[in-house]
């Protein structure tokens, strides 16, 4: 008897569990991550410290910036309007509340910023819930009253997605490296 079998794990599919959730997020974090990354990668691909430090000035103003705060609006603005960031939206996933309304940006925001990081606490346990509640609901969903519901069997396309980003990232990591060559690290 494999160890799932033997804890019993829950199985509802009207909503979402563990997997398409875990990589919806996974595929959400490196899509905001994707920017910064090519900006590193832009900047030492420049000849000269003095180059790099006056594009490094420009990047900053005009990405890290912005990117940061796009970080900080991108799941409230998301979640809010259509219940799925881009991530659950590969997925086939949708957030909601009891009644299946989409959440204020408010809730929202205490969803994300002041609930979620209670799941994380004592290792991820609240994550884990997903895999033993009923409803896949984790802590931070039962604190904000919301279920994540799944709409389509996207398993194979949330993949195939991170694959790509994941390769993505991977090129201009290779790169950044393959360009310093250890001279300017």
């Known amino acids: 008897m494999s160890l799932f079998k033997s804890l019993k794990l829950v199985k509802n599919k009207k909503y979402a569990n563990f997997l398409p959730r875990f990589l919806a997020s996974l595929i959400d974090s490196q899509l905001l991550n994707l920017p910064f990354v090519l900006s590193i990668f832009l900047i030492v691909k420049k000849d000269s410290w003095e ?22 609006i991108y799941y ?4 809010s309007r259509q219940g799925k960031t881009i991530g ?41 819930a997903i895999l033993f509640d ?17 709409e389509a069997k996207r398993v194979s396309a949330g993949i ?19 360009c310093c060559g250890g001279d300017r690290i």
């Not at 180059?51 to 900080?72: K, R």
């Not at 409803?135 to 799944?150: C, I, M, R």
């Open 76 to 79: 409230p603005f998301f979640l």
């Open 88 to 128: 659950k939206a590969i997925l086939g996933i949708k957030l909601t509340d009891k009644n299946g309304k989409f959440l204020s940006f408010r809730q929202v925001i205490f969803r994300e910023y002041i609930c979620k990081p209670v799941s994380f606490l004592l290792f991820g346990l609240g994550m884990i």
């Open 51 to 72: 180059e790099m430090l006056a594009f490094s000035i420009s990047i900053i103003a005009l990405v890290v910036l912005p990117v940061g705060l796009l970080t900080l």
């Open 160 to 178: 195939v997605t991170l694959v790509l980003l994941l390769a993505t990232h991977a090129y201009f990591i290779f790169e950044i490296f393959n």
């Open 134 to 150: 009923k409803d896949h609901q984790a802590w931070h969903d039962k604190l904000s009253g919301t279920y994540v519901h799944l």
